[in-house]
DNA sequence: TATTAGCACTCGATTCGAGTGAGTGCTAAC
DNA sequence: GTTAGCACTCACTCGAATCGAGTGCTAATA
């Protein structure tokens, strides 16, 4: 059976009036809608067919029709169409409405913040996203922090705090600084400090971690002298500050969205989504997922995730709309929102390029 | 009238009783109890006495009864007490039960680890803490960041890590590290950094925030010449990591488990409970009044928040477990563990203490 | 005088059945 | 191909009946 016209408008008849009602649909409030000029008995006609193509179904017999996952599928995938081909003509005409971030980018104003340590602010500026996202859209939330690439040393320095104590700074390509305190027995002079820190700049500077091997570290052992525990100690938090494949950080907001939609809020749905939002674990998959997706077929960045197609368990009676945004330099992450499947996905794609647009904008001014 | 022996074991009775079932407990189920040698009608009495002196109450008319607040108070009082003196026994046996954080102890063997740079490790030492709690307890948990005095600089340096770019790195007391990267026009050689961070460390070194004030920053400022621009960011990136008082840091784990009680389950309750748990901020409400009360008057160090007594709004259906804990050099935070007010607040107490007495311990082995 | 047996009573919870209404599928007429 | 009409389904609501755990009170008992 084919998808004509008519019954594509009436599936999305049917849609729209769910998403707004969150009730089952009948053949009469189709019919009686403005621009259908159809009895109820045609209406229940096509129904049957629609029915019958797994588009919409009946949560019992003398109910009216919901849309099916692949029913929801078909509707939101001609909204991104649409949302694209909108996406092409907005770009052209520079539309300049992003303004939501702009305390933020206030705060980035002075020269000195913008090139801040990233670790500190910009944790704040991903938990603000969120929240914004999450208040805007009643919804859920989330957002992952960039995946830096930094196996590259940048800058080492041994520094003395105190007579018993040396602070170690290891900054990595991407600006990522990590810190170290070592207690040590023998005092050190300037002068010893000076040179150890000449040699692991001039040896270990620009490397990555797969060239830092043994041997070079033996090497380097062998020209400190008597330091060589020292220098070990130095190499080891160097080592850490390159490799640490730090987990991943994610941030949510708005968990207790999901008690504004009965279909969510019962005891089994609700504990595992606030276990999954706490965890943040099982949100990787998720991350994952979308910046594949994004690879794959790079369109508006936007994804969306009906039902069980979100690759996370609990939330198979949701909806997951993701995009992936860019913070230049190739820094990328993923921004989401989660909700019931019956969520205003067309606010929800706005918000979330609307904020994708800001973030762009954010570091496109440095 | 007076609270006599057989009233306090009837009472003892029923709320032992309604932890377990959570039912409303009726006369004849106490009269049958082994220890029990009274009819129910004697015990219906009583009950009635008691619930004059607000002690119970039922939930309507032909209901068993309920533990008031006022009744769970005087039962945790007495188990309090109780503790207490077995924590005097304990403490001259020096029982070796702690082994709960013995993998973490184990982490903590080599030298070098345990003087980290704090912010790291100990986030996820306290993630850790969280977690043991609310899964060993089926209770929700907190843990706030143990609040560090440091008010004053123990070091500063400046290092040149690219062509344009500059470090600032900042101990204060307590270990606490900040970086600052600051973006340079001009570039300075190493003779003039040596002098800078020479005179930084000379006039800024062992001062607290209140002794930093204009005055002292303009002298530098001349002394540093031409290089005032930049002592400026100096001085302004050591202020802030002195003064910056970092909201707090909370903690929690285990929010899904109030889904185990109805009475804290429904949309009402779970909403406004997972806001909290979110957002961390009204929990510093209960940080505070733990240290507060712990300070008026130290004891176990335990104290026990029942329904509205917590200073927590949307824990008014709920009691919550707070203990204070101490990192050694005065770093004290705040640990808690938030349940049903028919929790089992002996279990809690005993958790809470152990894990007390582990992380006493991991400092204490330094 | 304190305790207990007995009894009428209360009231939430559960069950049952009737009634309601939104919605359907099918058939026959247009 | 469309529509009017009709019998049918089934969740939902509401009130009546029943159940049973538990109470308070009274009178008898040790």
Redesign the pocket.
Same mark, same amino acid.
């Given at each position: 059976m084919e998808l004509d016209e008519r019954k594509r408008t009436i599936l999305h008849a049917i849609v729209r009036n769910y998403l707004e009602t969150g009730? +089952?649909? *009948? $053949? !009469? /409030?189709i019919s009686k809608m403005a621009d259908m %000029?159809? $009895? $109820? %008995? /045609?209406i !229940?006609?096509e129904? %049957?067919d629609l029915?019958e193509m797994g588009l919409i179904l009946? +949560?019992?017999? $003398? %109910? *009216? !029709?919901i849309p099916s996952d692949l029913g929801y599928r078909v509707y939101v995938d001609e909204m991104l169409q649409r949302h694209e081909a909108e996406g092409e003509q907005s770009r052209s005409l520079q539309t300049d409405e992003h303004v939501s971030l702009e305390d933020r980018e206030q705060a980035l104003q002075d020269r000195e913040e913008r090139l801040l340590d990233r670790e500190a602010k910009l944790e704040k500026l991903l938990k603000q996203v969120a929240r914004m996202l999450a208040t805007d859209t009643n919804y859920a939330s989330m957002i992952s922090a960039p995946m830096v690439r930094r196996n590259k040393l940048k800058f080492i320095q041994i520094s003395r705090v105190d007579v018993s104590t040396l602070l170690v700074t290891v900054v990595v390509e991407g600006n990522v600084i990590k810190n170290r305190m070592i207690p040590v027995a023998d005092v050190l002079d300037d002068e010893t400090l000076l040179k150890l820190n000449i040699l692991l700049n001039t040896r270990l500077g620009g490397l990555s971690a797969e060239e830092i091997n043994l041997g070079l570290i033996a090497a380097i052992k062998q020209e400190g002298g008597k330091h060589s525990e020292l220098i070990t100690s130095v190499i080891d938090a160097a080592a850490e500050a390159i490799t640490e494949d730090e987990d991943l950080q994610i941030y949510t907001s708005g968990a207790n969205n999901i008690f504004r939609y009965p279909e969510l809020a019962d005891k089994e749905n609700a504990s595992g989504l606030i276990t999954t939002f706490e965890n943040k674990q099982d949100l990787t998959s998720l991350v994952e997922s979308t910046l594949e997706g994004e690879a794959s077929e790079p369109g508006t960045g936007i994804q969306v995730y009906i039902g069980g197609e979100s690759p996370v368990q609990s939330m198979k009676d949701c909806s997951v709309v993701t995009a992936t945004y860019e913070l230049g330099e190739g820094m990328r992450g993923t921004v989401g929102v989660i909700g019931p499947k019956r969520m205003d996905y067309d606010k929800v794609i706005g918000a979330l390029k609307k904020m994708m647009r800001a973030l762009d904008d954010l570091y496109k001014k440095t």
């Open positions: 009730e +089952p649909v *009948g $053949s !009469r /409030t %000029a159809l $009895s $109820s %008995a /045609t !229940r006609n129904m %049957a029915e009946q +949560p019992h017999t $003398s %109910a *009216g !029709r």
